[in-house]
């Protein structure tokens, strides 16, 4: 069974950062798409970032282009995202998903399979 634990999560001041991080592991050895959403308080989750089982496709919101930067290490099964000046509307509960079916990294949650139990950021102002 495949298991996504996410971590870096915490608190941070504006202009800030933080690397989150995503391993993954339970499944067959080969990579997969894999993205970076979040849930704030309230609010419906969103997409924050993609990436492509060879990482040679990104994506990203609008709202954290230029300022986070999604990268994988498939030697460790590992996605990280780093994000850097923060804002407090950054706050939220960052997942970490895979999709198993697809190939090219979707902003679209529900064509993700697995997903981690989240990591809390708070950003201060």
């Known amino acids: 069974q495949v298991q996504l634990v996410e971590s870096g999560g915490g608190l941070v001041q504006a202009g800030g950062s933080l690397r989150l991080s995503c391993a993954a592991s339970g499944r067959p050895t080969g990579s997969y798409p894999m993205a970076w959403f979040r849930q704030a308080p309230g609010k419906e989750r969103e997409f924050v970032s993609a990436?492509?089982?060879?990482?040679?496709?990104?994506s990203y919101a609008d709202s954290v282009k230029g300022r986070f930067t999604i990268s994988r290490d498939n030697a460790k099964n590992t996605v990280y995202l780093q994000m850097n000046s923060l804002k407090p509307e950054d706050t939220a509960v960052y997942y970490c998903a895979e999709d198993r079916g697809g190939r090219v990294p979707s902003i679209r949650s529900y064509d993700y399979d697995y997903w981690g139990q989240g990591t809390r950021v708070t950003v201060s102002s």
């Open positions: 990436i492509s089982s060879n990482g040679g496709i990104l």
